[in-house]
């Protein structure tokens, strides 16, 4: 395409692959090349759908070149996630899993070592999947998806960026560029759970996250977060669990009572990884586990 600065290859079967140099070029090329182009930036997921002939797009705009997109960048406890970073960089980092421990919990189990250095934590996150480790990851910590487009820039609570299946708010042109994690204040306790038949790699039947902020007074929860992966058309939020635990102290019955409440929220369904009625029953017995392991309570009968 003409005035584009990165590269640009045609392939076989007519498909024509870009590969820009900056955020600004790639909405540029989206913007141009209309509906049928795709933007990727690991394309782990992508590369296989084609083949499959369940994605068939014109041309690809991939974000490798991007350099500007791969970075973690704390500040205090806060930190702001690159869309070009990927699942081996936040599984690397030592101040990950030292100050948010769900979401270092949740990057690591993506698929392999070998794809966790190629997926990206945006691609993840635009894939919209069900099952998107690192979107519960995110989740629970109150993420922003920071986006930029032709009309400029957008902040976007992370849970009101899944639409379906395959889908979010973004609109075409427009890229995510970060995500923003902000402070989860001292005294907090959070886990991710990825629930597999087996040991190895394997796509979650069930993926359980929760988080606990105790108040000054080491006992009131004064924030609580429940988010779940394959139990619904996207990666959620229960917040109707959630709000039976904040504003009372962290008792075995409330993180019960919490559990419960999301399992019945729950919209899970049978597939060949697992039947609705088994997710269900884990959602009830994980929440649990997630917070005892996290260390928000010592004993919590499951």
Not at 21 to 34: F, K, N, W
Not at 60 to 81: K, M, W
Not at 251 to 272: G, I, K, N, P, W
Request: one cysteine or more; proline letters at 5%; hydrophobic letters at 40%.
């Amino acid at each position: 395409m003409e005035g584009t600065q990165g590269i640009h290859s045609p392939r076989a079967g007519g498909l024509e692959y870009y590969r820009p140099r900056s955020v600004e070029e790639a909405i540029r090329l989206l913007t141009d090349l209309g509906e049928e182009a795709m933007l990727v930036g690991g394309a782990t997921d992508v590369w296989v759908e084609m083949r499959s002939g369940k994605l068939t797009p014109k041309a690809l705009v991939s974000l490798r070149g991007v350099g500007d997109l791969r970075y973690l960048e704390p500040e205090g406890s806060a930190l702001t996630i690159g869309a070009g970073t990927r699942h081996a960089d936040v599984e690397d980092s030592e101040w990950v899993a030292g100050n948010l421990p769900a979401l270092h919990q949740a990057c690591s189990g993506v698929g392999s070592r070998q794809i966790r250095n190629v997926a990206t934590v945006g691609g993840n996150l635009c894939n919209a999947a069900p099952c998107a480790d690192s979107a519960v990851g995110l989740l629970l910590y109150d993420a922003v998806a920071v986006t930029q487009g032709p009309a400029g820039s957008r902040e976007i609570p992370l849970k009101d960026f899944f639409v379906a299946p395959g889908l979010t708010v973004l609109e075409h042109g427009e890229i995510l560029a970060r995500v923003e994690v902000p402070d989860s204040g001292p005294r907090t306790y959070a886990g991710y759970w990825k629930h597999t038949r087996r040991r190895g790699i394997e796509l979650p039947m069930l993926g359980v996250g929760a988080r606990i902020t105790f108040s000054e007074d080491g006992e009131t929860v004064e924030k609580s977060r429940i988010a779940l992966g394959v139990a619904g058309p996207t990666p959620r939020r229960m917040e109707e669990a959630e709000a039976v635990m904040e504003g009372f102290p962290l008792t075995e019955e409330r993180v019960l009572e919490a559990a419960r409440m999301a399992a019945y929220q729950a919209e899970v369904r049978d597939s060949f990884r697992g039947k609705a009625w088994y997710r269900r029953e884990m959602i009830r017995v994980l929440i649990p586990r997630v917070l005892r392991h996290a260390g928000a309570l010592e004993e919590v009968a499951e």
